[in-house]
């Protein structure tokens, strides 16, 4: 069964960077357009990075030169680099995508249990 696990956030001070990953196991046979999305509390789900399986991506416009989101397909990886965070930056931070599992066809939605970025004096 496929799974994505983010990890990598924290507690930061404004300025501060901090990089997320998210490796998907359990049997895929295709990662495809993989994304990193946030929400803060009392707020919608937000996208922040997509990228697609050749590379090419597209960002939330106020994060634009602030984040980078990039890829390893070998590894079924995706990470986040996150610099000068700002404190309006805290939320909860999803990993999630279009993945074709092992002994599939078709690709389907996934998504991860979230990491915690909390940017705060």
């Known amino acids: 069964q496929v799974q994505l696990v983010e990890s990598g956030g924290g507690l930061v001070q404004p300025g501060d960077s901090l990089r997320l990953s998210c490796v998907a196991s359990g049997g895929i046979l295709s990662m495809n357009r993989m994304g990193w999305y946030r929400q803060a509390p009392g707020k919608q789900r937000l996208m922040v990075a997509t990228i697609t399986r050749d590379g090419r991506t597209n960002y939330l416009d106020a994060d634009t030169g602030r984040f980078t989101i990039s890829r390893d397909n070998a590894k079924n990886a995706v990470y986040l680099q996150m610099n000068s965070l700002k404190p309006e930056d805290t939320a909860v931070y999803y990993c999630?995508?279009?993945?074709?599992?092992?002994?599939?066809?078709?690709?389907?939605?996934?998504w991860g249990q979230g990491t915690q970025v909390t940017v705060s004096t």
């Open positions: 999630g995508g279009l993945i074709v599992p092992a002994g599939s066809q078709s690709e389907y939605d996934y």
